[in-house]
C-alpha cells in the first residue's frame, strides 16, 4: 500500500507532450470505474484490437506490437469494472465499439 500514483483520468490522450518531459508509460488507471470508464475502455481495446501480422501481432489502430497501451488500459479497466477475461475476448472479438460493457453479477 504504498503506490502513491497520481491518478489522472485519460482525457488528454491526444493532447500535447507532457510539459516535465516524462513518457507516457502506462495511463493511469481511474481511481473509481465508472459507467463511461468501461464505455470508454470497451472502445479502446475494441478499436486497438490485435491483428495478425507477418512478423507477429500488432495494433490494427497504430501498427505498434500489440497489445498497444490504449489497449492495456482497457482491459485493465474492464477488469476494475468486473468483467472476467473470457469476457473480454469475446467483446474485442465481436469488435463493436458501441457494446456496453457489463460487469457480470451472478444471481442478479
Ligand atoms: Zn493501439
Known sequence: MCSSASVVRPVGLSGAGDPSGEVLREIPLPPYVTGEDAQFAA???????????????????E??????????WGRRVLVLHGLPPA??????????????PRPHRPGA
Open 43 to 61: 472502445r479502446a481495446v475494441v478499436v486497438h484490437a490485435p491483428q495478425r501480422w507477418s512478423g507477429g501481432t500488432i495494433c490494427r489502430s
Open 63 to 72: 501498427a505498434s506490437p500489440h497489445p498497444c497501451r490504449l489497449h492495456r
Open 87 to 100: 469476457e473480454i475476448d469475446a467483446l474485442i472479438e465481436r469488435g463493436d465499439p458501441n457494446a456496453e
